[in-house]
């Protein structure tokens, strides 16, 4: 059962691509993925070596590229080859493909651009609905450090459940970040009566970050939480230099435009900075789950759910017990999973409940094991054999 299907890199063969490419194999490893390579070429205007030469030479490349791959135990794809605007055909490939991310090096900042990555990059972030992830030229895996701000808002939390299901399987070191945000201005005859104000705010903000967290399952995850005070962009960079972050994952909301998508104001400042690799999560899922509508077999359904509730989808893996108690309501080990999902989810008294039939289940079991034994020994209950 893999989480991650397909990994969409678009390399256009600069050196920053090749970081994309290593970024890539490393998730495609970790998540057992497979990796789809494209390289999308632009209008050639003033060029004139034949499209036809540039295209083969590109081709042989990426047929190096993909070799190379699988000789690392990577499932690779056939490479794309697209011309056109490459944002544009990135996005069409993606979504043609319903890939789980794509991935593409930072490029280079050209002229008066506001951002620090390249256009093609910046571009994706604004406009594509799936996960982007974009890889600061010059780092490379494994991921070490996660850093996912939260602001509890529907986005932060699908990023932080994709960062959670990151550092799992990159066996990395989560931080999950929430800010308190200061008043821009404040008069001095004041600070002594907002202090308490600035107090009160940030013991509002450790209850309501409580209560968030408890929503999300972190099991074999080596994470902590902070809580900062200041204007919440400054505070991500703060914390991605002090700690040295790989990779930021950070939930993107936006109003939607004529074919536009605009990041939202601290995700967009932050990604101007470009301090890391950045990961943005809009409308799709980077992991989603591929579960078949029926499996026959309980035993290999109550695994199944076994394996989702080790992943980490508690909620996921409960509906696959319950589908199996359904099937054969008296089959125990569906009962001790639920159990398992309900602790996992917070829910004791549940648990407790699915527990305890558990445990009748099995003693019943034994019961009739018991009596059955005995009838099979004893002569009132022993088949006396034919005349």
Known sequence: MRLLERILVATDLSQGADDAVEMAAYLASAFESEAILLHVMPPLRGVEVPSSMVRSEVNKYLDAIRAKLVDDGIKVADPIFADGTPFDKIIDRAEEHDVNVIIVGSGEKTGDDRYRMGITAERLERRAQRPVLVVKRGTSPPLGRILCPIDFSGTSRRALREAIHIARHCKARLSVLTVVESSGSVLPRVVS?????????????????????????????????????????????????????????????????????????????????????????????????????????????????????????????????????????IYAPAWEGAAAAHERLGDAEQAEQCRARAREIIKTLWDRRIEAEIRSQHMLWRKKSPI
Do not use: W
Not at 215 to 234: A, K, L
Not at 293 to 304: A, L, P, Q
């Open 193 to 329: 009566a907002s202090e308490e104000d600035r107090n009160q705010s940030m013991s509002e903000q450790e209850s309501r970050f409580e209560k968030f967290l408890k929503d999300f399952d972190f099991h074999d995850v080596d994470y902590e939480t902070t809580i900062r005070q200041g204007r919440p962009h400054e505070e991500i960079l703060n914390s991605i230099e002090e700690n040295t972050t790989d990779l930021l994952v950070m939930g993107s909301v936006g109003r939607t435009g004529v074919a536009r998508i605009m990041l939202g104001s601290v995700a967009e400042k932050v990604a101007r900075e470009l301090p890391c690799s950045i990961m943005t999560v809009k409308g799709e899922d980077f992991v989603r789950l591929q579960l078949r509508d029926e499996i026959e077999d309980i035993r290999k359904h109550v695994e199944r759910a076994e394996k989702l509730l080790d992943k980490g989808f508690a909620r996921e893996a409960l509906g696959e017990f319950r589908h199996c108690i359904a099937r054969d309501s």
